[in-house]
């Protein structure tokens, strides 16, 4: 089954402890990105992948580091979370020649 | 990309044909009409897209003006199940990139 999985889907940690949220799609896509949604707002792009090894800042890239060295994975690291990362993020996945994402089941991240 | 303005919110009767409208009056050439839709906190999920011609798919319809400056998402009978938040986003041509979806219309369908 074509799928983005994330994981963890839930997590509470406290401020400045370094996370990883992984993200892996099983569709050989070339592009993944991250967004974050706050409560009533939209989709805000974070990082985004055009393939491997190239990456480039979304609208709130600040605060967030993320790698793709393999085509399948594309980790999110926040190296010291502050609360106002706490949010609900999700990651996908589309080939490169068209827009239709593929959007994972979402990542509830609590910072305390 | 050009930004987007959808109405915060709209119902619909059950059954009956939901409209939702999109307007992206800078819009240029060669971007595209993307609309998506995310019920509850679930991912978002792509409903159809377009460039200037109407398009129809088994999820909706896509209707673009012929100035492409505002656009309407019909799901022609709605369901309950068609009570999410709706984006209309426009992005350059068919690659894949900066993506920005605005705060959508949540549409409600009422029984």
């Known amino acids: 089954e074509a799928q983005v999985t994330q994981n963890p889907r839930y997590l509470i940690t406290v401020t400045g402890k370094k996370l990883t949220v992984t993200c892996s799609q099983n569709?050989?896509?070339?592009?993944m990105s991250w967004y974050r949604q706050d409560p009533g707002l939209g989709l805000r792009q974070i990082y985004y992948?055009?393939?491997?090894?190239?990456?480039d800042k979304g609208d709130v890239p600040e605060g967030y580091k993320v790698s793709r060295k393999e085509k399948r994975n594309f980790p999110l690291i926040l190296e010291s979370p502050s609360p106002n990362q706490t949010s609900l993020y999700f990651c996908a996945s589309s080939p490169l020649s068209q827009s239709s994402q593929h959007f994972g089941d979402g990542t509830r991240l609590s910072i305390l | 990309d050009a930004k987007t303005t959808q109405p915060p919110s709209m119902d619909c009767a059950e059954g009956r044909a939901a409209n939702l409208p999109c307007n992206h009056s800078?819009?240029?050439?060669?971007?595209?009409v993307y609309w998506y839709r995310q019920i509850h906190s679930q991912g978002p999920q792509y409903i159809i897209h377009?460039?200037?011609n109407n398009e129809t798919n088994e999820m909706a319809s896509l209707i673009i003006t012929e100035d492409r400056k505002s656009s309407t998402l019909i799901l022609p009978h709605a369901t309950l199940r068609d009570t999410a938040v709706y984006y209309c986003i426009v992005r350059v041509g068919l690659s894949a990139g900066k993506s920005t979806f605005g705060d959508g219309t949540t549409l409600t369908v009422k029984p």
């Open positions: 992948s055009m393939n491997v090894e190239v990456t």
């Open positions: 377009g460039l200037k």
């Open positions: 800078t819009i240029s050439g060669n971007e595209y």
């Open positions: 569709m050989n896509h070339e592009y």
